[in-house]
T-cell receptor
Framework: ETGVTQTPRHLVMGMTNKKSLKCEQH?????MYWYKQSAKKPLELMFV???????ENNSVPSRFSPECPNSSHLFLHLHTLQPEDSALYLC???????????????FGPGTRLTVL | RKEVEQDPGPFNVPEGATVAFNCTYS??????FFWYRQDCRKEPKLLMS???SGNEDGRFTAQLNRASQYISLLIRDSKLSDSATYLC?????????FGAGTTVTVRA
């Protein structure tokens, strides 16, 4: 079974709410990722953390704010979201912080977010 | 041009059939490639990694053609449980670029 867990699994929020998504990896990995998956679209990389430092911020609006307190935990703080932000948010982790060619990402089950 | 392009399908095949589909990528410097499987409303799960010309794992065979910049996935002796969306993934440094997926439906 997956060594990456995410909570909550489902979230419905209004545009004025503030909520947080949580991801935890039990694989001893050094890199963690947030992805957004909208219907019928490819996964979009949002943020990358390597050894707890943010190495990628893929032009994501500031209403999404990541936090990585340690190598096992990753949060995505949400505030004043828009209905078009409704999607499946996936967390992933991988072993190699430099992203070598054999580095493989393992995904959590995702949080299905609906913004009303 | 999209970084990774896949035929969305769907490919509808009977049990026991062979099905194959391709994925093209735009970055000629890409070094590693993956096929992930994603079931409806679930997370992607790694199916195969491809680092050299190809890889075979049981009924699944992946081929890499660097000259033409495509990767293929072939599934032999299809099972009902193979019904899923197959995501082609290209590794550029630590960034994975995902295709939109090819949907395969295996019917009894």
């Amino acid at each position: 079974e997956t060594g990456v867990t995410q909570t909550p699994r489902h979230l419905v929020m209004g545009m004025t709410n503030k909520k947080s998504l949580k991801c935890e990896q039990h694989l001893g990995h050094n890199a963690m990722y947030w992805y957004k998956q909208s219907a019928k679209k490819p996964l979009e990389l949002m943020f990358v953390y390597s050894l707890e430092e943010r190495v990628e911020n893929n032009s994501v609006p500031s209403r999404f704010s990541p936090e990585c307190p340690n190598s096992s935990h990753l949060f995505l703080h949400l505030h004043t979201l828009q209905p078009e932000d409704s999607a499946l948010y996936l967390c992933a982790s991988s072993q190699d912080p430099s992203g070598g060619i054999t580095d493989t990402q393992y995904f959590g089950p995702g949080t299905r977010l609906t913004v009303l | 041009r999209k970084e990774v392009e896949q035929d969305p399908g769907p490919f509808n095949v009977p049990e026991g059939a062979t099905v194959a589909f391709n994925c093209t990528y735009s970055n000629s410097a890409s070094q590693s490639f993956f096929w992930y499987r994603q079931d409806c409303r679930k997370e992607p799960k790694l199916l195969m990694s491809v680092y050299s010309s190809g890889n075979e794992d049981g009924r699944f065979t992946a081929q890499l053609n660097r000259a033409s910049q495509y990767i293929s996935l072939l599934i032999r002796d299809s099972k009902l449980s193979d019904s899923a969306t197959y995501l082609c993934v290209v590794n550029n440094d630590y960034k994975l670029s995902f295709g939109a997926g090819t949907t395969v439906t295996v019917r009894a």
